[in-house]
């Protein structure tokens, strides 16, 4: 009976954006649609608490002239109808509306970690070997069958996870089954982190079809910045990716590794601006994360580096800036998200073999797909552990229980247990932590600094577990028995 509820619910609200959005493309002053919108998702959500949130979006879509609403008007005229249909459906109706709503029940009955988004490799496949990443030394070892995907997916979608996200190796090698699964789930939206040497028009025109795939290109500054940690021609083939998905109205964005050597280039704003004008819209930049026996700790951004870097992305997103690109820096935006987002609390990595990670830099397990169900993994004691040290620091700028927090990250391996997961050689949780040890130490200073010195909203809800919520002046990882001590 719920299916058929649902079914005939999103055939509706499919109807009424399928004419909103032709509406949006014709129109010069778009806030009369908005206004639609934004009722239609009240109406779903529904109390009188979240009424003055509603209220106050309103007020913030009614000024054509605010910088994100002209984004998003952009995003609007250049996205083709289908795409943006099916994109505001998959993502606002069933992620944002219906998935939060189970995600939050689900958090509450089994007490763990239950994610919005699941990151999963079809492949440890990967046509590139790129310096100082781990994935293409992996070979061409492993990959999760089209009928391993199909169960993450089905057994997500019943915690309320309709967003996945897909990387690798390189995830377009199983462009196929990739297809595939966005075809049977298309009331899912999935993205890949991509070195967008595999888009071509046969794939573009398949996904404008589809309407729930976005790409996010890895690109790294100059063609000189770029191709050297990537390899000669990448910077072109990244060039081509972009021109097609923007000629065939697909929203993308960009996936960054920032590094020593790189930084500067990459959060230059004449460089974002230049990815904005060839069509991508948002961003996601990642600290380069020294992880693997033969990783380079050289890499690392300095301390100085880091603290520029906060700026950088903060100036992009500011009213100052008119570049219609959205940038998101995991390591420095975590105040935004409560902190670390692993181990569940937001979303959780599974590798090419099964392997249940907590974070796709954390490269240790305690389950695997093909022996436990989603739900039995983020119950293991290794997400347990997650799920009760979280946030594993309330400096947010310091979230993550390895790069910021390595004597949290030995804990955790160590009591739980884990095994190593790195599919090129195991490295051990020492290793890995002593390569963060300095660096951690060095940052945190400067993070608290950094920290101090701004303004912090409290959020009305976090997804921690009951003891951090119930007593938010504890400490980083003190757990149940550690306070029984």
């Known amino acids: 009976m719920a299916n058929l509820k649902h079914a005939a619910e999103r055939k509706a609200i499919g109807v009424m954006l399928d004419g909103l959005v032709k509406h949006l493309k014709k129109a010069e002053d778009k806030t009369e649609t908005y206004m639609k919108i934004i009722d239609l ?30 984004y998003i008007n952009r995003i ?8 943006a249909k099916t994109m505001l459906l998959n993502m606002g109706y069933e992620a944002f509306l219906r998935g939060t709503k189970m995600i939050r029940a689900n958090r509450e009955k089994y007490e763990c970690n239950i994610p919005w988004l699941i990151l999963f490799d079809p492949t440890s496949a990967c046509n590139m070997h790129c310096v100082g990443c781990w994935s293409g030394t992996y070979g061409h070892k492993n990959n999760l069958s089209f009928e391993d995907m199909d169960r993450i997916v089905t057994q997500g979608k019943e915690l309320g996870a309709f967003l996945y996200l897909m990387t690798g190796g390189e995830p377009m090698v ?42 996010m290109l890895s690109i790294e500054g100059t063609p000189d910045t770029n191709d050297a940690r990537r390899g000669d021609g990448h910077y072109e083939a990244a060039m081509r990716a972009m021109d097609l998905l923007r000629e065939h109205g697909i929203v993308f ?3 960054i590794c920032y ?9 230059d704003p004449e460089f974002i601006r230049f990815i904005s004008s060839k069509g991508a819209r948002y961003g996601f930049y990642f600290h380069f994360m020294p992880v693997g026996n033969n990783a380079v700790p050289e890499l690392m951004p300095t301390v100085e580096q880091r603290r520029k870097m906060i700026d950088a992305i903060r100036y992009i997103r500011s009213p100052e800036c008119d570049i219609d690109f959205f940038p998101m820096d995991f390591q420095n ?9 692993a181990g569940g609390r937001n979303y959780f990595h599974i590798n090419s073999r099964g392997d249940a990670e907590p974070c796709v830099f954390i490269h240790f397990s305690d389950s695997n797909i093909h022996e436990k169900s989603i739900l039995e993994c983020l119950q293991s004691p290794l997400f347990k552990k997650y799920h009760e040290g979280q946030p594993f620091n309330r400096n947010h700028l310091r979230p993550c229980p390895m790069l ?41 200073p400067v993070a608290d600094e950094v920290w101090a010195s701004q303004e912090h909203k ?21 757990t149940l028995e550690d306070l029984k001590k």
Do not use: M
């Open 458 to 478: 409290p959020k009305s809800y976090e997804g921690y577990s009951k003891l951090h919520t119930e007593h938010p002046e504890l400490a980083a990882f003190e």
């Open 174 to 215: 199983r462009k196929a089954d990739v297809l595939k699964l966005c075809e049977k789930h298309n009331d899912c939206f999935f993205a890949a982190f991509t070195n967008s040497t595999l888009i071509d028009e046969e794939l573009c025109e398949k996904v404008q079809k589809l309407g729930n795939l976005s790409f």
């Open 253 to 255: 964005g960009t996936s």
């Open 333 to 341: 935006d975590g105040e935004f998200v409560g902190g670390c987002i």
């Open 76 to 83: 609007i005229d250049e996205t083709d109808p289908n795409y």
């Open 259 to 267: 590094t020593r050597d790189n930084i500067e280039a990459v959060s």
């Open 41 to 70: 998702a009240e109406k779903f959500i529904g109390n009188k608490v979240n009424h003055e949130k509603f209220e106050a979006v309103k007020r913030y879509f009614s000024n054509p002239e605010n910088r994100w609403i002209k």
């Open 404 to 444: 910021e927090n390595p004597q949290l990250l030995r804990k955790i391996v160590n009591e739980t247990g884990a095994y190593g997961t790195n599919e090129e050689s195991e490295e051990s949780v020492e290793h890995l932590c002593s390569k963060c040890d300095d660096y951690a130490a060095e940052w945190a």
